[in-house]
Nanobody
Framework: QVQLVESGGGLVQAGGSLRLSCAAS????????LAWFRQAPGKEREFVGA????????RYADSVKGRFIISRDNAKSTMYLQMNSLKPEDTAVYYC??????????????????WGQGTQVTVSS
């Protein structure tokens, strides 16, 4: 059974940093993109960024570009989200997910399969 578990969330002041992890178990995902999404209260789930299996290709939402960095360690079946220069508007539950189709990255939540339970990130002003 595939399981994704996010961790690393918490409360941080604006301008601070956090590092989220997403650990996968049950199978590996060669050639699939892994992605981070987030959802704030009352808002739709939004794309944050994604990374290819090789780690060579990354894609970010404009709102986080230059502040967030995605990486993955396939040997550990883990993906990371390094979040720097955090802003109050980054407050949300952060989720990781696996793409439905090999080699394809999109910004649409429906194009991703196998979601984690989420980890809360709260940025105070």
């Amino acid at each position: 059974q595939v399981q994704l578990v996010e961790s690393g969330g918490g409360l941080v002041q604006a301008g601070g940093s956090l590092r989220l992890s997403c650990a996968a178990s049950g199978r590996t995902f060669p050639n699939y993109f892994l992605a981070w999404f987030r959802q704030a209260p009352g808002k739709e789930r939004e794309f944050v960024g994604a990374i290819s299996w090789s780690g060579v290709t990354t894609r970010y939402a404009d709102s986080v570009k230059g502040r967030f960095i995605i990486s993955r360690d396939n040997a550990k079946s883990t993906m990371y989200l390094q979040m720097n220069s955090l802003k109050p508007e980054d407050t949300a539950v952060y989720y990781c997910a696996v793409g439905r189709r090999m080699f394809v990255v999109t910004t649409t939540a429906g194009d991703y399969n196998y979601w984690g339970q989420g980890t809360q990130v709260t940025v105070s002003s």
